[in-house]
């Protein structure tokens, strides 16, 4: 049985299987939709189909129905029109209607324009593309006098100059544009230089930095490799004098690396502590001392944590468990390990942090802080006034020795129970107020004197600018270590030390081997000789000190006094008189640092990493470490 029915529609007929009734269906005629209705018997007397016929009729009427659904889906398709982003390539599509039109993209919400659809169906070969109605004419004629921009060509300057255009005048760029065209290249090549330096200048703080590493580590295994008898007896102290090196290299980075910089000082003080006492000891920690100097800066460098403040200060606010660190604390913690020092190498130590911290604004740091952790309580007169003294000759308008003359003066009678009798303050007293300067301590009479009014009247001298008259009387009759210290005051301040360096000489050689004598005032003459380009008195004022271990510490001092002068002469390592490599055992931190200071000036004049190395390397084993951080130094210097 089958299912004869007509579209409601459009009255198609249709003639369907029983199994359709009731399922949906598009006229294949009107497209419209229509539901297949339920199978009714045929009138009796009409002719009956075979049921090939049914069968070949229903296959026919499923395909028809089949080809309209694919030609409905491929004409829905063709109303949209499918777009690619330019930009992000996002795809979707827009209607058939939008082609031409711009529109925004849905990923990337940029602007796209939607394309032509494009009709690939064959065109005659007697039809043009074109929009055009078939038979509009085109306009193509080419108006009389008028220049085409296709047949514009360029003319030479000497068609010009023949043409007689010499006479052309230009109107002339502004000012304000020549000066933005000049900024614009000044500063494309400014840019260019500076990234070239920053990569040549961190390339070479890397190699700075293995250098400084290597020589630490180094030394410390060929020092641990050493037999016990063998180690040189000082070395200790030369592992401090590397962790000097690499804190002051630290901090000079050109991103300073202060966390790194504390570390190492923090190492330094470490084996200091570990050293047996020795003058050594003294002298290394006093340039441990000086070293810390460099980690102090300004409010804004420290906020910036590119230096560490002075002084903690009362207003600054820190968080739980911080912990906040100033170079007080730290040359606090650097100076007690000296306190037990003899108090020559102290005083000396006094005056030369407090010259460097009255350049750097921090005097009155150096008033109240160095004498109390440095001096023990009967020192502290004497040292208070050897300080204002220096702060005063540093910078003549500070009110600090005022402050301090004030503190002495009023001590009363208590001021001349000090030990060492306060000679400084007689001097301060007259420096300050000249006038009205109360007589502590008598003016020198007759051949002798008291050491204490030598000192004190020596520096009242040198204070009037009469470096004749102080040198006379530094060598008045009296024990030699009097007049060496005193020697040592006139060539400290005076313009020409050499009157008081030669009478020093003098005095020490007619008493060699006198263990009286400070050895610390005899390694500031040799330090002031050698700062004034007189390095063969210099040695021979070091080689007359007695102890073997300052006498080497005299000689690396020596180097490291002439090479900060700022010579152009270039360092041998002849001057360090290094022990044989076979001997060890006989090198001292003098000799270490010595060496550092020889490669440290060398490559400040060469600027060579490699050439300096080499040389560092043929060095005896135990000083190839001291080179290499020399070498990271000069590096920085240079």
């Known amino acids: 049985m089958a299912i004869e029915f007509n579209c409601p529609h459009c009255q198609h007929a249709y003639r369907l299987k029983d199994e359709f009734a009731g399922k949906s269906a598009t006229c294949k005629t009107c497209r419209a939709k229509l ?23 229903e296959a026919k009427a499923l395909a028809a129905l089949a080809d309209e659904q694919a030609q409905v889906e491929k004409d829905a398709a063709a109303q949209f029109i499918p777009i690619e982003c330019q930009h992000c390539n996002h ?31 064959p065109v005659p070969w007697n039809q043009e593309r074109s929009k055009l109605p078939s038979m509009a004419k085109q306009n193509f004629e080419k108006l009389a006098n008028v220049q085409d ?11 010009l100059t023949q043409a007689g255009a010499d006479g052309i005048e230009y109107e002339p760029r502004p000012l304000k544009q020549k000066v933005t065209f000049a900024l614009v290249i000044v500063g494309a090549l400014l840019g260019t230089t500076l990234g070239v330096r920053s990569c040549y200048v961190g390339r070479v703080e890397r190699g700075e930095d293995r250098l400084m590493v290597e020589a630490q580590e180094e030394f410390a295994k060929s020092t641990g490799a050493l037999p016990a008898n063998d180690a040189p007896p000082e070395a200790q102290l030369c592992s401090a004098l590397l962790y000097i090196a690499g804190g002051e290299h630290a901090a000079r980075h050109k991103e300073p690396k202060i966390k790194e910089a504390l570390e190492q000082f923090a190492k330094a003080r470490d084996a200091i502590r570990k050293a047996p006492p020795s003058l050594s000891r003294n002298a290394v920690g006093g340039e441990l001392a000086v070293a810390i100097l460099i980690l102090g800066g300004s409010e804004q460098q420290a906020r910036d944590q590119v230096r560490i403040r002075w002084t903690p200060g009362t207003d600054l606010k820190t968080r739980p468990n911080e912990r906040l660190y100033t170079v007080l604390d730290e040359l606090r913690q650097s100076l007690e390990l000296l306190r037990a020092a003899e108090f020559e190498f102290k ?3 006094a005056r030369r942090l407090s010259r460097e911290l009255t350049k750097q604004g921090q005097g009155l740091l150096a008033v109240e802080m160095i004498p109390l952790a440095l001096f023990n309580e009967k020192e502290q007169d004497e ?23 004030g503190d002495l003066k009023g001590r009363g009678p208590e001021l001349m129970k000090s030990v060492p009798t306060p000679a400084s303050a007689q001097t301060l007293f007259f ?27 020596v520096g009242k001298a040198l204070v009037e600018n009469q470096p004749d008259v102080a040198v006379q009387l530094a060598q008045r009759r009296g024990p030699p270590e009097g007049q060496i210290r005193a020697l040592a005051l006139c060539a400290d301040w005076s313009a020409d030390p050499g ?24 390694l500031r003459l040799a330090q002031i000789a050698a700062e004034k380009n007189k390095p063969d008195l210099a040695k021979e004022l070091a080689n007359l000190i007695a102890d073997d271990g300052m006498k080497a510490w005299a000689r690396g001092a020596i180097v490291q006094a002439r090479s900060g002068a700022g010579s152009k002469d270039k360092a041998d390592e002849s001057w360090v008189e290094l022990p044989p490599a076979d001997k060890p055992k006989e090198v001292r931190a003098g000799h270490a640092w010595g060496l550092l200071w020889v490669a440290r000036q060398n490559t400040r004049l060469s600027g060579d990493h490699s050439a300096e190395l080499k040389i560092v390397n043929t060095w005896p084993t135990v000083g190839i470490p001291f080179g290499k951080a020399g070498i990271a130094l000069g590096l920085q210097d240079n």
Not at 35 to 57: D, F, H, K, N, S
Not at 383 to 405: F, Y
Request: with cysteine.
């Open 431 to 457: 420096a300050v107020d000249p006038e009205k300067a109360p007589r502590i301590i008598a003016p020198p009479a007759g051949e002798s004197m008291l050491e204490s009014s030598r000192f004190a009247y």
């Open 347 to 349: 005083n000396h130590l």
């Open 149 to 159: 921009a296709a047949d514009a060509k360029f003319v030479s300057g000497k068609a």
């Open 35 to 57: 539901t297949i209705p339920q199978p009714v018997v045929v009138a009796g007397g009409a002719p009956r189909l075979t049921a090939e016929e049914i069968a070949e009729a």
């Open 383 to 405: 040292a208070k006034a050897s300080i204002a003294l220096e702060v005063l000759r540093t910078d003549k308008g500070s009110d600090l020795p005022r402050r301090v003359m």
């Open 91 to 121: 795809k979707w599509t827009e209607p058939l209607a939008k082609a031409g039109k711009n529109a925004l993209c849905p990923e990337c919400r940029q602007r796209v324009k939607i394309p032509e659809p494009k009709n690939d169906a």
């Open 499 to 522: 009157p008081a360096l030669d009478a020093a000489q003098a005095i020490l050689s007619a008493n060699k081997g006198r263990k009286e004598i400070s050895a610390f005032s005899v």
